[in-house]
DNA sequence: AAATCGTATTGACGTGGATCAAAGGCGTCC
DNA sequence: GGACGCCTTTGATCCACGTCAATACGATTT
């Protein structure tokens, strides 16, 4: 038995893939997203390896993506949350280049891949919507590079909580206070940081009155405290 | 006068937007490439903030992207060579986010995106191989993470080396001699190190034997050693 | 052929973050 | 409710890479 929730019943639809359809347009999206998955906390929702059949809508919950190499070195490849969609990076070679963890007990919306395209061949803004979350995750990218790049440990660790801030908002949550769902570890690997630095970051923070951090649990009081931080490079 | 060089006439066909493509179905993107440019090194193809029109196949020539923070750091996002796809970052924003600039003299098809994307509405396999284009860019970012998160200098350096050396292949050029149309600087910036930095791990390489440098001539004489330096890691 | 300029190499030294190690907080499972 | 395991914090030390500086190389101009 399945839960049939609609997308146009959902209220994310403004951060996903039915933006800018009209309604109709947006029923024809929902017979398409074929069903729901649950997954449970530290499972994957996909494998690297794994053949591609489907993209995925976050609809709660959220996710990590890793990337492994043969010697057992990995990198956190991102973070996801409710709206966002997971699995783009099977397309290209009909495999799943990258695995996608639950970070806490989630559910997405299965998009089986060959009807997508199919639907987005007749409704244009599909399509377009479609194109721009792919350039969305490719821009992204783009920023995390020049992160990991260019940045000192506390630069990142600062454009790291901004950027959660800034998607809670987006979700209509706290800008200032929230719960990583990631573990220290997690975030050093995406950050390019190890464990213990980015610890210490969080101390240094607080001591200057940046964040109140308690374990996992976030309250940002000065904002434009860490904005400073962002720009207030000398040189390179 | 425009030299009108077809899609089904290129000998990149295979490598780019037409690849998949039947006969008929490469005319009718023949028609929609509205012109070529040509332009010159160091000149920018766009710039972050301009608004975005088309995509861009490179036909002859070669490019880097960057990202330019306000403070003034820059952080290089990719080089392109021919055949390769520019100006996918622009979709998402109708900005482009990054800038383009020409390596060496060089020549891009114009592609402009409102038609690309109707086109692809009716030509289902242009719309896949579009979509497997834009995966492929995701799926190259995760691996230029990987690099900046968790490799360390000369491992760095050698899977740029056969990273080069597999994109010549793929073009008929020799895998193990070739040509570097960027600098020490651009290269440590796109793999976060400093230029003297790469230009150490390169006469490293040099001692021991593992490649001939001659400034920007590259000889590379041992793949498998280089290959083995990219997986002779202890842990992480 | 000399001068200039951008690029590359190499050396000496400094430092930010990694590594190693120990201890404390918190949840969870008997 | 006690013990165990995972996660986090913090300190001491190390080292890979950055920084600073001098020199060399090659192409281009005059």
Redesign the interface.
């Known amino acids: 038995m399945e839960i049939k929730t609609a997308c146009s019943q959902c209220n994310l639809r403004e951060l996903c893939l039915p933006f800018g359809l009209d309604p109709r347009e947006v029923d024809q999206l929902d017979e398409l997203v074929g069903s729901r998955r649950k997954i449970k906390r530290q499972q994957h929702l996909y494998r690297s390896g794994d053949p591609f059949e489907a993209i995925y809508a976050i609809r709660a919950g959220s996710f990590k993506t890793d990337?492994i190499?043969?010697?057992?070195?990995?990198?956190v490849?991102g973070f996801q949350m409710t709206g966002e969609v997971l699995g783009?990076?099977?397309?290209?070679?009909e495999h799943h280049?990258?695995n996608a963890i639950a970070l806490e007990d989630s559910e997405v919306c299965v998009i089986p891949f060959v009807r997508l395209?199919e639907l987005?061949?007749?409704v244009?803004s599909l399509?377009?919507q479609f194109?721009?979350?792919?350039?969305?995750?490719?821009?992204r990218?783009?920023?995390?590079?020049?992160l990991?790049?260019?940045?000192r440990a506390e630069e990142r660790l600062a454009a790291f909580l901004l950027n959660l801030s800034q998607r809670f908002t987006a979700r209509g949550f706290s800008p200032s206070e929230f719960h990583l769902r990631m573990t220290r570890d997690e975030i050093g690997?995406?950050?390019?940081l190890k464990l213990e630095t980015v610890s210490r970051a969080f101390s240094r923070f607080q001591d200057e009155g940046l964040v109140a951090v308690q374990q996992k649990h976030i309250r940002i009081l000065d904002t434009p405290g860490l904005k400073r931080i962002l720009?207030?490079?000398a040189?390179?």
């Open positions: 990337v190499l043969e010697d057992g070195r990995d990198q490849t783009l990076d099977g397309i290209s070679s280049s990258c395209e987005s061949r007749q244009e399509q377009h194109h721009k979350i792919m350039s969305r995750e490719i821009v990218d783009h920023g995390v590079m020049m990991l790049g260019s940045m690997s995406y950050l390019g720009n207030h490079h040189s390179n």
